[in-house]
């Protein structure tokens, strides 16, 4: 099954962290979402006709926009692809977007899984992230998408930021679990160039967030979640058992995905390509029917790296059968390299014969996938 992306790139205001592609201003909305409609007509060939497993609206805030724009994107899709009956389709919200009548319209034109950008319930951390949602809305948001029959619900929580004790966390997490949703995922606060962060960082305004920080607050996120029957089945994710996001762990195991809107990326195996982040420019070019992308061809060992680095962040492990399916001599590699640098501490073969990392490591998982890969010579 393959997934589609759609990138609404919208949004209320500008979080400080955020380098997400996104414009604050909303007078070129309308147009966008018809441009963005006339890009899934003109991309119906790039799956190949497989089934559309997941549809994935991210951005940008998807819920800062009308219900019916988004049934517009997801009847185009409907006519136009095979979408399998038990779709899943993901809506990216904000707690401010989040009332009765928006949720009721969203369940009528098939939304089935929420994600919530909670990222902290301290009133004083949202104002200094720039967030447009308080900590009470975050709480009622949860309360009210389950009221209106919504079970399939996921969080976003953000650790190891300036101000963010060990107190706060411990508190931010257990709000989640108390509130029963069966899924959270969870990021340390990174400094993107170019953001507001990065600048208040840059005069001392504010202090960049700490390793140490950070992955102690992992630790107790990890333990947490552990103790009260989450699974942790990539770096960042944790759900109760079946309620993992397929869209995401299709990304993970290699699915080929269709990505529309400005900045969206798609993969089909052999190549990745990524649309212009620019909504000007991207509306200009799809008025002339084109569609303004880069892409790139994939090596053998782009593709095994690419295997390594999100096999890795994953519990299932680097899929061997995908590594050797490129070629069997990059599982020798893969041995090789692992008895080189004496990594089997930190990993081990599951029940699948995947190299998998052991948890405790898991904070780590970009930097030892570095060392794993592919290096001639
Ligand atoms: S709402 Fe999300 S996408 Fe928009 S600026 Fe904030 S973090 Fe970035």
């Known amino acids: 099954m393959a997934g589609i992306y759609i990138h609404i790139p919208f949004c209320k205001r500008a979080c400080h962290y955020c380098d997400f592609h996104f414009s604050t201003s909303f007078q070129k909305k309308d147009e966008m979402i018809g441009i963005i409609v006339k890009e899934i007509l003109l991309q119906t060939g790039y799956l190949e006709g497989q089934g559309i497993g997941t549809i994935y609206f991210g951005g940008g805030t998807p819920s800062a926009?009308?219900?019916?724009?988004?049934?517009?994107i997801i009847d185009t899709i409907g006519q136009k692809f095979n979408v399998s009956a038990d779709v899943e389709i993901t809506l990216e919200t904000n707690p401010?977007?989040?009332?009765?009548?928006?949720?009721?319209?969203?369940?009528e034109i098939g939304i089935n899984?929420?994600?919530?950008?909670?990222?902290?319930?301290?009133?004083d951390l949202l104002k200094a992230w720039n967030r447009s949602h308080t900590s009470g809305q975050a709480k009622d948001a949860i309360a009210?998408?389950?009221?209106?029959?919504?079970i399939?619900?996921?969080a976003d929580l953000i650790y190891g930021g300036q101000g963010l004790t060990d107190e706060d966390w411990i508190q931010n997490v257990q709000t989640l679990i108390d509130s029963g949703i069966p899924h959270i995922s969870s990021y340390a606060l990174t400094v993107e160039k170019g953001t507001a962060l990065a600048h208040q960082i840059s005069v001392g305004k504010v202090k960049a967030p700490e390793d140490e920080q950070s992955n102690r607050q992992y630790s107790i996120l990890q333990s947490m979640l552990k103790l009260n029957g989450f699974e942790q089945y990539e770096v960042s994710n944790f759900s109760k058992p079946g309620l993992e996001s397929k869209h995401n762990m299709s990304y993970w195991s290699g699915a080929h995905y269709l990505g529309i809107g400005p900045s969206a990326h798609s993969f089909n195996g052999v190549s990745r390509q990524w649309n212009i982040a620019n909504?000007?420019?991207y509306i200009h070019s799809l008025d002339e029917d084109i569609i303004p992308f880069e892409k790139e061809m994939l090596t053998d060992e782009q593709r095994y790296n690419e295997i390594v680095m999100t096999g890795l962040r994953t519990s299932?492990?680097?899929d061997m059968n995908r590594v050797k399916g490129i070629d069997v001599r990059f599982e020798k590699y893969l041995n090789d390299v692992i008895h080189d640098l004496k990594l089997e501490e930190k990993l081990f073969k599951n029940e699948f014969g995947n190299w998998t990392l052991k948890p405790e490591y898991y904070f780590f998982a970009d930097g030892i996938a570095a060392e794993l890969f592919y290096s001639p010579g």
């Open 113 to 123: 899984r929420l994600s919530i950008g909670i990222q902290a319930f301290q009133e």
């Open 279 to 281: 909504n000007i420019k």
């Open 96 to 107: 401010d977007d989040i009332r009765a009548e928006a949720l009721m319209a969203w369940s």
């Open 65 to 72: 926009v009308p219900p019916s724009d988004i049934k517009m």
């Open 152 to 154: 399939n619900i996921t």
């Open 316 to 318: 299932h492990g680097i």
């Open 144 to 150: 009210l998408s389950q009221q209106a029959g919504f």
